[in-house]
């Protein structure tokens, strides 16, 4: 067997080694720590909560109320017009036409005629046609009120016959042999337009039964 002198610079071991007791190893210090169990995150509070909550709230709010606000503002389709007969664009009047009484269109238009008589706006008087009478009402206990349009004829300052529209308002009395002739002077009032229209000249003979309007 060889002798082995330690080489210089190297101390010689000292003393038996040191083994650990059932030939097991410490682990290594230092090197490799320990896994550790993870602490638990602490749970957050009912005030943050709260918070979180109402904010939830708050958007979900806003969301709808922007939905809404847009749905608004969005111009939907127009509904399509719903077809009209021609039959219903015709309003029903209130007024019902008929042929009036021949006594009452007679003296209608027989106060009218008086009453342009009176207004002295024809030198020379042609005729007078009524085209329409409407009953306006009573007039008081004495007759009925009559409104009357038409046509009269007649001479202003010149010689010439023209033709002119004319208004007139008069009461037909209910018992017209009671009543005084200055009645129908109180009772008829008479519009004649300024400018002739192109119509033939009128006299009373060709006067036509009228038609007359009476109100509901």
Known sequence: MSDFSPTPGYPAPQGSPQFPQGSVYPPPQGQYPSPQTPNPLPAPSKGKMKLIV????????????????WRALTPGASPSPTPVSPSSN???????EEKVDDFIGQSVVTNC??????????PKFEGIRALTIKEIGRYGDVGTQYMMTGIVSGSSESNAIETYRMTCTT??????AKVELGFVFD????EIEPKPVSTPAVSDSSTPTPVVKKTP
């Open 54 to 69: 109402w904010i939830s709230v708050v958007v979900a709010l806003l969301a709808v109320a922007a939905f809404f606000a």
């Open 90 to 96: 015709a309003t029903a009047s209130s007024d019902t």
């Open 113 to 122: 005629r008086i009453g342009v008589l009176n207004t002295s706006r024809f």
């Open 171 to 176: 009461v037909v009395a209910d018992e017209p």
């Open 187 to 190: 009772t008829t009032s008479v």
